[in-house]
């Protein structure tokens, strides 16, 4: 008989290894070109594409490794090719992707005597991400010119599985008297038959006290794991009554199978075997209700328009230590990232992909700023009005600028910082029509000192679009950390109220020290695609209407040239720690100095107009910031950041300037130093 001494204290369904939700789908990948080059000369070109993925998976370091080839399809620079690819589409990793597209011109096995058309590199997850899950970019060849060749068409399909609930109430009618001085404490346990017919256990459900008449609460469960999409399986469903001091006891038990339970004609008998005759039938099992239910997929949800926003906040609490010192968690070496950078680029760079603005809200906590408060929810660029940076690359550069104006304080508070992200989050998905999910990614360095308050926030939040991300850098104690995360126990505060669903994954910085940065992104995500389904779920919403996206030309991105790009970095950095004065002085040397170079040239006149005696007014900011709490920077500073982040931004998208940017250096002795 069944051992469950803990039954009667916890009145609560139990699936057992319930994964409702796959994390990863297996996706259909559909190639079209459009306006290709023609590389021959009495007919069109007969375009073949090779795809590649990256080789070893979800590394920053690897190698092109080849998937497959299309067909080739003769003179047509509009070619739709038939043959598709599938793959593994995984949320939580980065998944390359790179399209080389040929012009066959022979049957040989080479490719070096065909004319190279142009490729180009994506990943998987900016594919699914896009609207429609379809993608358009353009292919280039740089061996011959950095101008557009054409146009290729990227979209996924999920494959369909059946990925079905069941949902199904029990209630037992007249069960037999078990215990000598009360009637029986009654719950029920379905099993499965397997291969070798033997029977599985796959849920236990809630036990009702003395009562034998019990009516359960409905239970719902992947049709694939009650009878692994097979109806007709043998499954048995055993009833027990429930003992505090000795083992159950089995009340009865019935065999049957999954198309009887969505179509009962008649109560099902319980048999106990072991009973005399004439007393084995113990009671009878009716099913009350039954039906399928659609569970649908993360892929499908951003199909039909569903956004993800990231929202992203970082410790500067003083047990950081002193940024200017190697020691601290917030030092910068030349040339590297420091652990909070590295928890940013790894996480920022996956939701990216599914953000469709780019504009991330960014916020820190625990610093001391220039008004003389100490502030546990402020925004990291420094205007409290707009705190969103574009993109990955805004965000660390707010970050380090945020170092040179915010000391490092105190305490460890998390609770403003759920309480903003839950204002972000209220105003998404609150209806059928408007589907929108947040991240909060949160970095920090130690214990929380408002634990209670954190939990409320958590709470509350369990019923909002909106998962927690937690990374702990550093080596300080995190036990108190896993209290968050609720994979063992649901969150619960000290008023009794419980989460409504799981919403937190804590990762230490410290266990992928000696990994990939992808491996953080892959630990810290694997869990988001299963938290947005349940909580459409619970909230009864399913996908929109798949997004039908038209065939249109993108803009064409324009490749630098090196030199330009060279020499707009060095005055991007020299920009920031310069003043007003200085500022103006170089930038009219420069103009003379690089009036030969034209675009640079150009791209200055458009930016900084040439009066140099009209100084900004920073009037309606100052009241701005002192509504806040805050205090305007100084001019120099704030007029440096200004040109910065449009220099930045004219710059933006381009390839050469983000590793450029990676690879910087400051000179010798030039060290930036931080306050504190």
């Given at each position: 008989?069944l ?35 023609n ?11 090779l795809?590649?993925?990256?080789f ?24 739709n ?9 995984c ?9 080389a ?7 040989t ?24 899950q ?32 069941i ?9 037999a ?7 029986s404490?009654p719950?029920?346990?379905i ?5 070798d017919?033997?029977?599985l256990?796959?849920y ?38 429930w ?20 179509k009962?004609?008649?109560p099902l ?27 649908y997929?993360f ?8 956004t ?39 996480v ?13 809200p ?10 003389g ?12 009005q ?5 993109g990955?690359e ?14 490092l ?39 929380i ?20 991300v ?16 609720g ?12 989460a ?12 992928f020290?000696n990994?990939?940065?992808t ?16 909580f459409?779920?619970?909230k ?19 490749i ?26 170089c ?9 030969k ?22 009037q309606?900011?100052n ?10 920077p ?5 007029n ?28 010798p ?8």
């Amino acid at each position: 008989m069944l051992n469950n001494q803990n039954a009667g204290y916890h009145n609560q369904q139990t699936s057992l290894n319930n994964n409702s939700v796959k994390l990863t789908s297996r996706v259909e990948l559909h190639i079209s070109a459009r306006n290709l080059a023609n590389t021959d000369i009495l007919s069109k070109s007969d375009p073949r594409v090779l795809v590649y993925t990256a080789f070893p998976p979800n590394s920053p370091s690897y190698t092109w490794k080849l998937l497959g080839e299309t067909e080739t399809i003769r003179n047509n620079l509009n070619p739709n090719f038939s043959k598709t690819f599938v793959l593994d589409y995984c949320f939580e990793e980065v998944q390359h992707l790179r399209f080389a597209i040929y012009d066959i011109d022979n049957n040989t096995a080479t490719l070096d005597d065909d004319d190279f058309i142009g490729d180009t590199q994506t990943t998987l997850g900016e594919i699914c991400g896009s609207r429609g899950q379809k993608l358009i970019k353009h292919v280039f060849n740089h061996r011959k010119s950095n101008f557009s060749r054409g146009q290729i068409i990227l979209q996924v399909e999920e494959i369909t599985q059946n990925n079905d609930d069941i949902e199904i109430q029990f209630q037992g009618v007249n069960l037999a008297k078990m215990d000598f001085f009360g009637k029986s404490d009654p719950y029920f346990v379905i099993q499965r038959s397997s291969e070798d017919s033997s029977f599985l256990s796959v849920y236990k459900s809630e036990t009702i006290m003395s009562n034998l008449n019990p009516l359960w609460q409905p239970l719902r469960m992947p049709i694939a794991k009650l009878c692994n999409g097979d109806l007709q399986r043998a499954l048995k469903i055993q009833v027990y009554d429930w003992d505090k001091y000795s083992d159950d006891d089995l009340i009865g038990e019935v065999e049957t199978n999954t198309e009887f339970l969505l179509k009962p004609t008649y109560p099902l008998k319980l048999i106990n075997k072991a009973r005399k005759p004439g007393k084995q039938n113990t009671g009878d099992l009716v099913v009350k209700g039954s039906k399928l239910l659609k569970n649908y997929s993360f892929l499908e949800f951003l199909g039909g328009g569903m956004t993800m926003s990231l929202i992203v906040a970082v410790d500067f609490t003083a047990s950081n230590g002193d940024p200017n010192t190697p020691t601290s968690l917030h030092f910068n070496r030349a040339g590297t990232m420091n652990q909070y950078e590295s928890a940013i680029r790894a996480v920022g760079q996956i939701l990216a992909e599914y953000d469709h603005d780019k504009q991330f809200p960014t916020f820190g906590f625990g610093g001391f700023l220039p008004s003389g408060q100490t502030s546990h929810c402020f925004a990291l660029n420094g205007n409290p009005q707009q705190p969103e940076c574009n993109g990955v690359e805004g965000i660390l550069q707010a970050y380090r600028q945020a170092l040179f104006n915010v000391r490092l304080s105190g305490p460890t508070h998390f609770s403003q910082i759920l309480q903003t992200a839950s204002s972000y989050a209220s105003r998404g998905v609150n209806n059928q029509q408007r589907q929108e999910y947040f991240v909060l990614l949160i970095i920090t360095d130690g214990q929380i000192n408002d634990m209670d308050a954190t939990i409320e926030q958590l709470v509350a939040a369990s019923s909002l679009p909106l998962s927690v991300v937690i990374v702990g850098v550093g080596n300080a104690d995190f036990s108190s950390m896993s209290v968050l995360d609720g994979d063992d126990a649901r969150l619960r505060t000290r008023y009794g109220q419980y989460a409504q669903r799981d919403i937190v994954q804590f990762v230490p910085f410290n266990k992928f020290t000696n990994l990939p940065f992808t491996a953080l992104a892959k630990e810290t995500l694997a869990e988001i695609p299963q938290q947005v389904c349940e909580f459409m779920r619970l909230k009864g919403i399913t996908p929109g209407k798949k997004i039908v996206t038209e065939e249109y030309i993108p803009p064409e991105q324009q490749i630098p040239n090196p030199n330009v790009v060279n020499q707009m970095l060095l005055i991007q950095m020299l920009l920031i720690q310069m003043s007003q004065t200085q500022i103006n002085k170089c930038i009219q040397m420069l103009l003379i100095q690089m009036y030969k170079i034209k675009p640079l040239y150009n791209r200055i006149i458009n930016k900084y107009p040439c009066n140099m005696n009209q100084q900004p007014n920073y009037q309606q900011n100052n009241m701005n910031y002192q509504q806040n709490h805050q205090q305007v920077p100084p001019q120099s500073y704030q007029n440096n950041q200004q040109h910065y982040q449009q220099n930045m931004n004219s710059a933006q998208n381009t390839q050469q300037i983000n590793s450029n940017q990676q690879n910087y250096q400051f000179p010798p002795n030039q060290q930036p130093q931080y306050r504190i």
